[in-house]
């Protein structure tokens, strides 16, 4: 069964069982790129928009009861999780996103008609764009969509890179007293403590975490109002205010007006910002997951400072192997993330004079590369974090035979001539302190306080 639906461009036909409408149809002949849908997580924004638009028309006198209170009903039902297969617009789309919020305005539209017993497709009583649109644009509600699906993804996110961090200073305290060497340029360095390498990492999400919050909190101004090229056309003057005190009550953040409507169609900065947040986030847990697979490496002929947990076998073909798979995944999706971040940046400077119509891309890279983070890091916590062991033995072992060791004698000796000894201790092996010892140049009672490693950090307690 079909049913034939008309728009400016004349009619087509269409499945009758759906629920959305030509425009929509149009989009899944235009569009047929990659198969993925928006996230619900941005399907349940822009109803939340319509719905909010509906209320405030109703109060201002510009949309009657009936017709009002039809499409919150349809806005309730997509918000309570039914008619997500409506949504079928690819993420790949027309620019600005005129697809995808026809989509939403097709589908509300349907349901609601359904709910005052017309016929799907009778939008001569309540129409798409008339009524369910009313007194807005793609222009400003898709990037106010936009803002408010990542606002509400990314504070789940801050939630799993605290539990991250959380994680690793679990770890540091736990491994506070295990000393070892250092290493920079991957060459042996003075000791630190195993601990203080974990505080570190823990202290490296953290800042991460505190830079996604500040580019978050810019996603608090909102669009909404400015309609077409940000001028407010076809909105009462108190739409704005209304709708976005409306839309703060319904979301429980403090959101503003955009301070230039103009400014935040044309540019999507904040977006652009946002995501290069991320992608240091990104840089971040990439260096920390190359540690821990450097740490772990081994067992016999690597590191093996720290033993990770072993959550699978790791060859198809050698025994026995297990492979650090959970920093590789988290890598991976690094990766791809500040891939995501380069597309989002070319689309940034992609718009031109009063609309960047290159936001359906940005909108996707971004909630994907959250939503990627969101699914994965509470494993990661829980699979690898938590799990992790120190080798003391190792550690130990490698800490005894660092020739950098022989740092601690400049004061006295001289830089030149520590520099020999460290020399001499990597051709013949033998620890710097017995043989600054054996050459007499320091007792033995004073290379028991030089070389007192619980003296040697600069930081013990975390």
Known sequence: MTRKEFDSLGGMELPDDAYYGVQTQRALINFPVSGI??????????????????????????????????????????????????????????????????????VLANIALERLGHRKGDYAFLHPNDHVNMAQSTNDTFPTATHLAIVDRSDLLSMALRELAEA??????????????????????????????????????RRAELRLRERRDELLELAIGGTAVGTGANAKPLYRTAIIELLSEMTGLKLMPAQDSFEVTQSRSQIVAYSSALKGLAVELIRVCNDLRLLNSGPTTGLSEIVLPAVQPGSSIMPGKVNPVMAECLDMICFQIIGNDTAVMLAGQAGQLELNVMEPLMT??????????????????????KGIMANEDRCR????????????LDHKIGYMEAAKLAEESIRTGEPI??????KGLISEEEARTIFDITKMSVVNDH
């Open 168 to 205: 690793f200073e679990s770890k540091a305290m736990e491994f506070g007293k295990i000393y070892k060497s250092g290493r920079t340029h991957l060459m042996d360095a003075l000791p630190v403590t195993l601990g203080e390498e974990f505080h570190a990492y823990a202290s490296a999400v």
């Open 364 to 385: 996707y890279n971004v909630l994907s590369s959250i939503s990627m983070l969101n699914n994965f890091l509470p494993v990661f916590v829980s699979r690898c974090v």
């Open 37 to 106: 849908r928006e996230p619900p997580e941005f399907v349940r924004a822009y109803v939340m928009i319509k719905k909010a638009a509906a209320l405030v028309n109703m109060r201002l006198g510009e949309l009657d009861s009936k017709r009002g209170d039809a499409i919150i009903f349809a806005a309730d039902e997509v918000l309570d999780g039914k008619y997500l297969d409506q949504f079928v617009v690819d993420v790949h789309q027309a620019g600005a996103g005129t697809s995808f919020n026809m989509n939403v305005n097709e």
């Open 397 to 408: 072992h490698y800490l005894d035979r660092n020739p950098i060791l022989a740092t601690l």
């Open 433 to 438: 302190p017995k043989l600054a010892v054996r």
